[in-house]
């Protein structure tokens, strides 16, 4: 179990990658929602993990695993969520989802503030509006030069859905977005530079199946170079 003994330690280092969704399949991982009555099953995994994770979720479907991978940190860091949603649903008594883990976040006051960039505002609800959550619609938009200061030297915690992107990049199991992928790449350069990055992970694939896959081999050729040129920049 990763203990995380203090924050100088955790800064110096460094990333690697970790396939979260294929290391659970022994588990009863399901996909969209799990029973938090099972969490201590995923926690110990998860906590297992390396220190600075580039985690890789798979699809959408898995996304409440963020959660967890935030939960497991000792510091309470600033999210930067990528998504066409926001991920801030309310879920079934005892159970968190692919499109509820945002507002476990805060509910259970794991994080000091979350900014979305990309997600669709007709995904907005009004009982979301916590006074630090920040929202940008267009993310191809740049952001402003005063937030930038007002987040300058936070620890982040920077989470991707690939269904951010329009099509043209990647193809979702999700409604998608209109985000530009270089967009996308440099603003992940700017949080970099910005911040202190705890961990990042990435879903949004298109869920396995053989036959699609056949038929359109390009389509999980394209999800690995965009899922590649994500990683390279945390690696380099």
């Not at 968190?96 to 006051?109: K, M, V, Y």
């Not at 505002?121 to 007002?150: A, C, H, L, Q, V």
Request: hydrophobic share 40%; charged share 25%; glycine share 6%.
């Amino acid at each position: 179990m990763i203990i995380l003994k203090n924050k100088d330690k955790y800064e110096e280092s460094h990333f690697e990658i970790v396939n979260i969704v294929d290391a659970l399949k022994e588990y009863d991982v399901r996909p969209k929602y799990f029973l938090l009555n099972n969490e201590m099953i995923i926690r110990r995994f998860i906590n297992s993990l390396p220190e600075k994770c580039l985690a890789y979720l798979g699809s959408g479907d898995f996304h409440y695993l963020t959660y967890f991978l935030i939960k497991r940190l000792n510091i309470r860091p600033f999210v930067i969520l990528f998504d066409n949603h926001f991920d801030m649903n309310k879920s079934p008594q005892g159970f968190i989802t692919c499109g509820s883990w945002a507002r476990q976040c805060i509910d259970e006051n794991l994080i000091s503030g979350i900014l979305v960039i990309g997600a669709n505002k007709k995904y907005y609800f009004n009982d979301t509006r916590y006074p630090f959550m920040y929202y940008i619609e267009d993310g191809n938009k740049s952001i402003n030069t005063k937030f930038m200061r007002k987040i300058k030297g936070k620890d982040f915690y920077i989470s991707i859905d690939k269904d951010v992107l329009s099509e043209k990049y990647v193809k979702t199991n999700w409604d998608q977005g209109n985000m530009e992928l270089d967009n996308l790449l440099n603003k992940l350069k700017l949080f970099g530079k910005l911040g202190n990055v705890l961990g990042v992970d990435i879903c949004g694939d298109i869920a396995n199946n053989p036959i699609e896959d056949f038929i359109h081999p390009e389509f999980r050729k394209a999800h690995e170079e965009v899922n590649h040129k994500i990683f390279e920049i945390f690696l380099n």
